[in-house]
Protein backbone atom coordinates (compact mmCIF):
# COMPACT_ATOMS: atom_id res chain seq x y z
CA UNK A 1 0.00 0.00 0.00
CA UNK A 2 1.28 3.03 -0.95
CA UNK A 3 2.32 6.05 1.66
CA UNK A 4 0.93 9.68 1.41
CA UNK A 5 3.22 12.45 0.78
CA UNK A 6 2.18 13.82 4.01
CA UNK A 7 3.78 11.02 5.81
CA UNK A 8 7.14 11.17 4.17
CA UNK A 9 6.88 15.05 4.75
CA UNK A 10 6.12 14.88 7.97
CA UNK A 11 8.09 12.05 10.14
CA UNK A 12 6.89 13.37 13.25
CA UNK A 13 2.75 12.93 11.95
CA UNK A 14 0.26 10.90 13.72
CA UNK A 15 -0.02 8.96 10.60
CA UNK A 16 3.84 8.62 9.83
CA UNK A 17 4.01 7.09 13.29
CA UNK A 18 1.09 4.79 12.47
CA UNK A 19 3.12 3.41 9.09
CA UNK A 20 5.93 3.29 10.54
CA UNK A 21 4.99 1.37 13.51
CA UNK A 22 3.34 -1.55 10.79
CA UNK A 23 6.55 -2.05 9.56
CA UNK A 24 9.00 -1.54 12.75
CA UNK A 25 8.42 -1.21 16.90
CA UNK A 26 11.79 -0.53 18.22
CA UNK A 27 15.43 -0.23 17.09
CA UNK A 28 16.48 -3.89 16.73
CA UNK A 29 13.17 -4.71 14.62
CA UNK A 30 14.16 -1.34 13.00
CA UNK A 31 18.20 -2.96 12.07
CA UNK A 32 16.68 -6.29 10.92
CA UNK A 33 14.04 -4.54 8.65
CA UNK A 34 17.58 -2.52 7.02
CA UNK A 35 19.20 -6.06 6.71
CA UNK A 36 16.73 -7.40 4.68
CA UNK A 37 18.27 -7.11 0.76
CA UNK A 38 14.63 -6.25 -0.35
CA UNK A 39 15.82 -2.88 2.19
CA UNK A 40 19.61 -1.84 1.29
CA UNK A 41 18.11 1.16 -0.98
CA UNK A 42 16.98 2.41 1.93
CA UNK A 43 20.40 2.49 3.94
CA UNK A 44 21.12 4.13 0.63
CA UNK A 45 18.64 6.62 0.22
CA UNK A 46 18.94 7.35 4.30
CA UNK A 47 22.91 7.52 4.03
CA UNK A 48 21.63 10.35 1.53
CA UNK A 49 19.88 12.15 3.09
CA UNK A 50 22.27 12.67 5.89
CA UNK A 51 24.91 13.84 3.38
CA UNK A 52 22.44 16.39 2.35
CA UNK A 53 22.21 17.67 5.58
CA UNK A 54 25.73 17.77 5.70
CA UNK A 55 26.33 19.84 2.23
CA UNK A 56 23.48 21.86 3.04
CA UNK A 57 21.60 20.22 0.02
CA UNK A 58 17.62 20.35 0.10
CA UNK A 59 16.54 16.58 1.53
CA UNK A 60 14.72 14.50 -1.76
CA UNK A 61 11.87 12.94 -0.36
CA UNK A 62 11.74 9.15 -1.09
CA UNK A 63 9.45 6.94 -3.66
CA UNK A 64 6.21 6.91 -1.76
CA UNK A 65 4.80 3.72 -3.87
CA UNK A 66 7.10 1.92 -1.50
CA UNK A 67 6.18 1.70 2.24
CA UNK A 68 9.10 0.77 3.07
CA UNK A 69 10.06 4.41 2.03
CA UNK A 70 8.85 5.56 6.03
CA UNK A 71 12.52 4.07 7.34
CA UNK A 72 14.37 6.33 5.43
CA UNK A 73 14.00 9.10 8.03
CA UNK A 74 14.13 6.44 10.75
CA UNK A 75 17.64 4.95 8.95
CA UNK A 76 19.03 8.72 8.82
CA UNK A 77 18.39 9.15 12.76
CA UNK A 78 20.16 5.92 13.43
CA UNK A 79 22.92 6.69 11.67
CA UNK A 80 23.75 10.32 13.50
CA UNK A 81 22.89 9.06 16.77
CA UNK A 82 25.59 5.93 16.31
CA UNK A 83 27.80 8.26 15.05
CA UNK A 84 26.63 10.27 18.53
CA UNK A 85 28.61 13.76 16.92
CA UNK A 86 26.81 17.20 18.13
CA UNK A 87 27.42 19.09 14.87
CA UNK A 88 26.01 16.10 12.89
CA UNK A 89 23.29 16.37 15.03
CA UNK A 90 22.93 20.01 14.47
CA UNK A 91 23.34 19.92 11.21
CA UNK A 92 20.34 17.42 10.52
CA UNK A 93 18.14 19.13 13.09
CA UNK A 94 18.57 22.35 10.74
CA UNK A 95 18.16 20.18 7.50
CA UNK A 96 14.39 18.49 8.42
CA UNK A 97 13.26 21.45 10.39
CA UNK A 98 14.01 23.50 6.78
CA UNK A 99 12.80 20.82 4.76
CA UNK A 100 9.22 20.80 6.80
CA UNK A 101 8.65 25.00 6.87
CA UNK A 102 9.32 24.75 3.51
CA UNK A 103 6.26 21.80 2.16
CA UNK A 104 3.98 23.81 5.09
CA UNK A 105 3.46 27.00 3.30
CA UNK A 106 1.40 24.70 0.50
CA UNK A 107 -0.50 23.05 3.25
CA UNK A 108 -4.45 23.43 4.15
CA UNK A 109 -5.43 25.55 7.01
CA UNK A 110 -7.29 21.88 7.94
CA UNK A 111 -4.31 19.92 7.43
CA UNK A 112 -2.26 22.34 9.76
CA UNK A 113 -4.52 22.62 12.51
CA UNK A 114 -4.82 18.50 12.17
CA UNK A 115 -1.13 17.94 12.33
CA UNK A 116 -1.05 20.40 15.21
CA UNK A 117 -3.18 18.57 17.19
CA UNK A 118 -2.31 14.99 16.47
CA UNK A 119 1.32 15.08 16.65
CA UNK A 120 1.87 17.93 19.30
CA UNK A 121 -1.42 18.07 21.13
CA UNK A 122 -1.49 21.73 20.55
CA UNK A 123 -4.67 23.97 20.18
CA UNK A 124 -4.85 25.44 16.89
CA UNK A 125 -8.21 27.22 15.69
CA UNK A 126 -8.74 28.81 12.18
CA UNK A 127 -9.35 32.54 12.64
CA UNK A 128 -11.86 31.84 9.38
CA UNK A 129 -12.31 33.12 6.13
CA UNK A 130 -11.16 36.75 4.94
CA UNK A 131 -14.51 37.73 4.49
CA UNK A 132 -14.98 36.39 8.19
CA UNK A 133 -11.97 38.21 9.05
CA UNK A 134 -13.30 41.72 8.17
CA UNK A 135 -15.08 41.79 11.46
CA UNK A 136 -12.24 41.35 13.10
CA UNK A 137 -10.06 44.70 14.77
CA UNK A 138 -7.82 45.43 11.87
CA UNK A 139 -4.66 44.90 13.50
CA UNK A 140 -5.83 41.18 13.77
CA UNK A 141 -6.99 40.85 10.43
CA UNK A 142 -3.76 39.58 9.19
CA UNK A 143 -3.71 36.17 11.19
CA UNK A 144 -4.54 32.74 9.96
CA UNK A 145 -5.16 31.04 13.70
CA UNK A 146 -5.31 30.92 17.08
CA UNK A 147 -2.86 28.94 19.51
CA UNK A 148 -2.89 28.62 23.07
CA UNK A 149 -0.36 30.36 24.60
CA UNK A 150 0.81 27.69 26.56
CA UNK A 151 1.51 25.63 23.03
CA UNK A 152 2.97 28.85 21.80
CA UNK A 153 5.85 28.93 24.61
CA UNK A 154 7.01 25.62 23.94
CA UNK A 155 9.04 26.75 20.85
CA UNK A 156 8.92 30.69 20.89
CA UNK A 157 11.27 31.32 22.91
CA UNK A 158 13.71 29.51 20.87
CA UNK A 159 13.33 32.61 18.25
CA UNK A 160 15.26 35.86 19.98
CA UNK A 161 13.14 37.91 17.39
CA UNK A 162 11.26 40.21 19.21
CA UNK A 163 7.63 39.20 17.81
CA UNK A 164 8.12 36.01 19.34
CA UNK A 165 7.93 37.38 22.76
CA UNK A 166 4.59 36.81 24.20
CA UNK A 167 4.77 40.10 25.44
CA UNK A 168 5.00 41.79 22.14
CA UNK A 169 1.91 39.42 21.04
CA UNK A 170 -1.89 40.35 21.13
CA UNK A 171 -3.16 37.32 23.70
CA UNK A 172 -7.24 36.85 24.37
CA UNK A 173 -8.37 34.67 27.04
CA UNK A 174 -5.01 32.81 26.25
CA UNK A 175 -5.40 32.37 22.54
CA UNK A 176 -2.31 34.28 20.29
CA UNK A 177 -2.85 35.08 17.02
CA UNK A 178 -0.38 33.67 14.45
CA UNK A 179 -0.34 33.99 10.64
CA UNK A 180 0.26 30.68 8.70
CA UNK A 181 4.13 31.29 8.20
CA UNK A 182 4.56 31.73 11.91
CA UNK A 183 2.36 28.54 12.44
CA UNK A 184 4.67 26.51 10.24
CA UNK A 185 7.53 27.79 11.84
CA UNK A 186 6.52 26.77 15.36
CA UNK A 187 5.82 23.18 13.56
CA UNK A 188 8.76 22.74 12.63
CA UNK A 189 10.64 24.51 15.61
CA UNK A 190 8.87 21.85 17.49
CA UNK A 191 10.59 19.17 14.72
CA UNK A 192 14.10 20.59 15.22
CA UNK A 193 13.83 20.52 18.97
CA UNK A 194 12.58 16.66 19.26
CA UNK A 195 15.36 16.05 16.97
CA UNK A 196 18.23 17.61 19.10
CA UNK A 197 16.48 16.36 22.36
CA UNK A 198 16.29 12.51 21.82
CA UNK A 199 18.34 9.87 21.99
CA UNK A 200 18.16 6.92 21.04
CA UNK A 201 20.55 4.01 22.16
CA UNK A 202 21.92 2.29 19.49
CA UNK A 203 23.60 -1.05 19.01
CA UNK A 204 26.05 -2.16 17.19
CA UNK A 205 25.40 -2.61 13.78
CA UNK A 206 25.28 -4.69 10.71
CA UNK A 207 27.47 -4.30 7.78
CA UNK A 208 25.70 -2.30 5.59
CA UNK A 209 24.40 0.11 8.23
CA UNK A 210 28.12 0.13 9.69
CA UNK A 211 29.84 1.25 6.13
CA UNK A 212 27.52 4.07 5.67
CA UNK A 213 28.02 4.79 9.55
CA UNK A 214 31.65 5.20 8.38
CA UNK A 215 31.30 6.97 5.20
CA UNK A 216 29.52 9.96 7.42
CA UNK A 217 31.84 9.95 10.03
CA UNK A 218 34.44 10.45 7.30
CA UNK A 219 32.24 13.55 5.60
CA UNK A 220 31.54 15.10 9.19
CA UNK A 221 35.20 15.02 10.17
CA UNK A 222 36.28 16.53 6.99
CA UNK A 223 33.42 19.00 7.13
CA UNK A 224 34.43 20.18 10.92
CA UNK A 225 37.65 20.03 9.83
CA UNK A 226 37.18 23.04 6.69
CA UNK A 227 34.86 24.62 9.34
CA UNK A 228 37.30 24.52 12.64
CA UNK A 229 36.15 28.02 14.27
CA UNK A 230 38.74 30.26 14.91
CA UNK A 231 39.60 29.94 18.99
CA UNK A 232 40.19 33.39 20.59
CA UNK A 233 42.82 33.14 22.98
CA UNK A 234 42.00 32.83 26.69
CA UNK A 235 42.92 36.19 27.70
CA UNK A 236 40.62 37.47 25.46
CA UNK A 237 37.15 35.80 26.30
CA UNK A 238 37.98 35.95 29.73
CA UNK A 239 36.68 39.48 29.82
CA UNK A 240 33.75 38.90 27.43
CA UNK A 241 30.66 39.85 28.42
CA UNK A 242 28.21 36.47 29.62
CA UNK A 243 25.91 37.38 26.67
CA UNK A 244 29.02 37.40 24.16
CA UNK A 245 30.38 34.65 26.20
CA UNK A 246 27.35 32.44 25.99
CA UNK A 247 26.75 33.64 21.91
CA UNK A 248 30.76 32.67 21.52
CA UNK A 249 30.67 29.23 22.94
CA UNK A 250 27.52 28.59 21.08
CA UNK A 251 29.38 29.56 18.15
CA UNK A 252 31.76 27.07 19.02
CA UNK A 253 30.22 24.49 19.27
CA UNK A 254 28.04 24.57 16.06
CA UNK A 255 24.80 25.92 17.33
CA UNK A 256 22.71 27.73 14.54
CA UNK A 257 22.47 31.16 16.56
CA UNK A 258 19.73 33.49 15.86
CA UNK A 259 19.94 36.49 13.36
CA UNK A 260 20.00 39.02 16.43
CA UNK A 261 23.13 37.07 18.36
CA UNK A 262 25.49 36.54 15.20
CA UNK A 263 24.74 40.61 14.56
CA UNK A 264 25.87 41.11 18.28
CA UNK A 265 28.84 38.99 18.41
CA UNK A 266 30.27 40.07 14.97
CA UNK A 267 29.64 43.74 15.53
CA UNK A 268 31.52 43.21 19.73
CA UNK A 269 34.16 41.22 18.00
CA UNK A 270 34.59 43.95 14.83
CA UNK A 271 34.89 46.63 17.79
CA UNK A 272 37.54 44.89 20.37
CA UNK A 273 39.60 44.49 17.14
CA UNK A 274 39.15 41.46 15.10
CA UNK A 275 39.26 41.81 11.44
CA UNK A 276 36.64 40.61 9.09
CA UNK A 277 38.19 37.18 8.23
CA UNK A 278 38.71 35.96 12.13
CA UNK A 279 34.87 37.21 12.74
CA UNK A 280 33.81 35.14 9.81
CA UNK A 281 35.78 32.37 10.88
CA UNK A 282 33.51 32.32 14.72
CA UNK A 283 30.87 31.80 12.93
CA UNK A 284 32.43 28.84 10.19
CA UNK A 285 30.42 25.64 12.50
CA UNK A 286 27.08 27.39 12.32
CA UNK A 287 24.66 24.54 10.29
CA UNK A 288 23.82 26.80 7.77
CA UNK A 289 27.27 28.62 7.76
CA UNK A 290 27.79 29.70 3.45
CA UNK A 291 31.18 31.68 2.68
CA UNK A 292 30.03 34.11 0.52
CA UNK A 293 26.72 35.45 2.50
CA UNK A 294 28.98 35.66 5.97
CA UNK A 295 31.57 37.39 3.96
CA UNK A 296 28.77 40.29 2.87
CA UNK A 297 27.13 40.62 6.36
CA UNK A 298 30.24 41.03 8.51
CA UNK A 299 31.30 43.63 5.63
CA UNK A 300 28.25 44.92 5.89
CA UNK A 301 28.52 45.12 9.67
CA UNK A 302 31.93 46.81 9.56
CA UNK A 303 31.47 49.02 6.66
CA UNK A 304 29.05 51.32 8.42
CA UNK A 305 29.88 55.36 8.55
CA UNK A 306 32.68 55.38 6.66
CA UNK A 307 34.27 51.92 8.16
CA UNK A 308 33.52 53.29 11.91
CA UNK A 309 31.15 50.01 11.61
CA UNK A 310 27.97 49.33 13.86
CA UNK A 311 27.91 49.25 17.71
CA UNK A 312 26.83 45.87 18.96
CA UNK A 313 23.73 46.79 20.89
CA UNK A 314 23.44 47.26 24.53
CA UNK A 315 22.02 45.65 27.20
CA UNK A 316 18.71 47.19 27.29
CA UNK A 317 18.86 45.59 23.60
CA UNK A 318 20.21 42.15 24.25
CA UNK A 319 17.84 41.54 27.12
CA UNK A 320 14.70 42.85 24.98
CA UNK A 321 16.26 39.87 22.27
CA UNK A 322 16.58 37.12 24.95
CA UNK A 323 20.42 36.95 25.01
CA UNK A 324 21.18 38.55 28.47
CA UNK A 325 21.91 35.03 30.69
CA UNK A 326 22.36 37.40 33.56
CA UNK A 327 18.81 39.02 33.68
CA UNK A 328 16.88 35.19 32.53
CA UNK A 329 19.08 33.97 35.26
CA UNK A 330 21.48 31.66 33.92
CA UNK A 331 24.22 33.25 35.39
CA UNK A 332 25.73 36.41 37.55
CA UNK A 333 28.07 38.55 37.35
CA UNK A 334 27.91 41.77 39.32
CA UNK A 335 29.68 43.74 36.68
CA UNK A 336 26.30 44.07 34.61
CA UNK A 337 24.77 45.77 37.05
CA UNK A 338 27.01 48.76 36.63
CA UNK A 339 27.43 49.12 32.96
CA UNK A 340 24.94 49.73 30.42
CA UNK A 341 27.06 48.27 27.40
CA UNK A 342 28.51 44.71 26.66
CA UNK A 343 31.66 47.04 25.33
CA UNK A 344 31.29 48.64 28.91
CA UNK A 345 31.91 45.30 30.48
CA UNK A 346 34.80 44.19 28.34
CA UNK A 347 36.93 47.73 29.16
CA UNK A 348 36.19 47.59 32.73
CA UNK A 349 37.08 44.00 32.76
CA UNK A 350 39.73 43.78 30.79
CA UNK A 351 41.00 46.75 32.98
CA UNK A 352 40.77 44.58 35.94
CA UNK A 353 42.80 41.56 34.24
CA UNK A 354 45.11 43.83 33.17
CA UNK A 355 45.80 45.34 37.29
CA UNK A 356 45.56 41.46 38.44
CA UNK A 357 42.36 42.82 40.46
CA UNK A 358 40.16 39.66 41.52
CA UNK A 359 38.27 41.63 44.52
CA UNK A 360 35.48 42.95 42.36
CA UNK A 361 33.72 45.09 45.94
CA UNK A 362 35.18 48.23 44.24
CA UNK A 363 32.27 48.27 42.17
CA UNK A 364 29.53 49.24 45.10
CA UNK A 365 32.56 51.81 46.13
CA UNK A 366 33.26 53.62 42.83
CA UNK A 367 30.41 52.90 40.69
CA UNK A 368 26.65 53.84 40.55
CA UNK A 369 24.49 50.92 39.75
CA UNK A 370 23.17 51.48 36.17
CA UNK A 371 20.75 48.55 36.04
CA UNK A 372 18.72 46.00 38.35
CA UNK A 373 19.15 42.43 36.50
CA UNK A 374 17.07 40.63 39.56
Known amino acids: MALSI ?4 YPFSSEAREALFKVTRDVKSLIDQLEDPMNHDIVRQAEERVYSSIVQDEIQLPDHNNPASILVYQAARLI ?8 L ?20 DSYLIHLCESAFGWAVKSTGTEAQRTKMPLLLRSFDFRIRF ?8 LFHAWNWKLINRHLDSGWVPVRKS ?32 ERIETEIRGKIRKTEPVKLSGDTTTAFPPCIGQIHEDSLA ?5 HEARFALAAFLLKIGMDIREVMGVFKAAPDFVQTLAEYQVRHISSKSAGEGYTPPGCKKMQGNSLCPVALGEVFDPLCEYVLHPLAFYQTRTWELSKG ?18
Open 89 to 108: KEYQAEAESKSVNKYLANES
Open 357 to 374: IVDHGWYTRKKRKRQSLK
Open 182 to 213: ELARLISGKFKQLILDSRIEVPTLPRRLTEAV
Open 254 to 258: GKNVS
Open 150 to 157: EDFLEVAP
Open 80 to 87: VERIDEPR
Open 6 to 9: QQLR
